[in-house]
């Protein structure tokens, strides 16, 4: 009875150790790859999954994992687990050296971040998946510097990042895995061309300055000259408000004055045309001709003219004139008792 108990106690750890290892517990975004007689069987989910013992097996794969040394560093390994990790991961590659195209030699320190996309092709079509990912970053990398010089280099940061990128998803997606991006997070040359791009960087800072400054100098002479022109014209604009001014009152004084001057005459010749139709009258009512009076007049006014000359003078006169200016005698009388205003 004992015996049967013992054999029967047996049985069931025995039956109960089988069932437990037959059950896999898988994490969350992990995966596991179960063979079964050596070949290929299924993909276990993250949760409770259950396998036949003895039978199926979980594949080993070849993992980089990250660990930290005494000194405080980072050491990368290549170490055996039994699950494929589905996250996003980050290779940060060791400092490599390159050569640009006109013969730089470089140090580069690149960051590369992907995600295993198909595990299966991530185990069976890649013998080592951490390892391929690293030398074909370096040999794509080698290669798209090669093609560019030294100031390309430095300042297309983003434009290599971008074609490294889509090179490396592009060759990687036969491996089931996605590059989402790659980061190149030192670039280095050797000193002698660090110093000599420091020289270069003050030279062209000296320039920009000395630019800056003549720019300023320019600006400053043109607002000057500006500001002379503007006065210039000005002053200008001012004596030519004043010349117009000048010549409109000029002209308004002549035009006032010939006005004056015309009124003058007018009133004149009005004064001496009322005193001649006078003088008509008065000689036509005495039957004496009035072209005797006026041709006497002129006489006299010829002879005050001669008299009022400097120095001897002698006077010939024809023999009417004694008749003309005796008339005046006669004429002087009529105009006794006229009032002439």
């Known amino acids: 009875m004992n015996a049967l108990l013992t054999v029967f106690l047996v049985l069931v750890v025995m039956i109960l150790i089988f069932v437990l290892s037959g059950i896999k517990i898988v994490g ?23 396998t036949i013992p003895f039978i199926d097996r979980v594949r080993p794969v070849n993992a980089r994992v990250t660990r930290y040394g005494s000194d ?12 494929v990790d589905l996250r996003e991961r980050v290779f940060d590659f060791p400092k490599q050296n390159v050569i640009t195209r006109d013969n730089v030699t470089l140090e580069i320190d690149a960051l590369l971040y992907f995600q295993i996309m ?58 089931g895995v996605k590059v989402n991006r790659v980061e190149l997070k030192d670039i280095s040359p050797p ?66 004055l010939a006005t004056g001057e ?18 008509q009258e008065v000689l036509l009512k005495n039957n004496t001709d009035p072209a005797q009076y006026l041709i006497a007049l002129k006489y006299i006014q010829a002879l005050q003219e001669i008299a009022a000359q400097k120095g001897e003078k002698v006077i010939f006169m024809p023999f009417e004139t004694t008749a003309v200016l005796g008339s005046i005698g006669g004429i002087k009388e009529l105009f006794k008792d006229v009032n002439v205003k």
Do not use: C, P
């Open 191 to 256: 000193k002698e061309i660090r110093e000599a791009m420091e020289k270069q960087m003050r030279a062209e800072r000296e320039k920009r300055q000395n630019i800056l400054i003549a720019e300023g100098d320019k600006q400053a002479k043109i607002l000057t000259a500006e500001g002379e022109r503007d006065k210039l014209i000005a002053e200008a604009e001012g004596h030519k408000q004043s010349q117009i001014k000048k010549s409109q009152g000029d002209a308004e004084a002549k035009i006032n």
């Open 118 to 175: 198909d595990s299966f092709r991530s185990v069976y079509e890649v013998e080592n998946l951490a390892m391929a990912i690293e030398k074909l970053t370096q040999t794509t990398l080698r290669n798209i510097i090669g093609g560019l010089e030294l100031d390309q280099t430095l300042s297309s940061r983003d434009k290599i990042n971008s074609e490294l990128r889509q090179i490396l998803d592009e060759a990687t997606d036969k491996w």
């Open 28 to 50: 969350q975004s992990t995966v596991k790859i179960i063979e079964r007689l050596g070949k290929f069987n299924k993909i276990l989910e993250s949760g409770i999954n259950l």
């Open 72 to 83: 405080g560093k980072t050491y990368a390994t290549n170490v055996y687990v039994d699950y």
């Open 262 to 279: 015309a009124e003058a005459k007018i009133r004149l010749a009005k004064a001496e045309a009322e005193a001649i139709k006078l003088v």
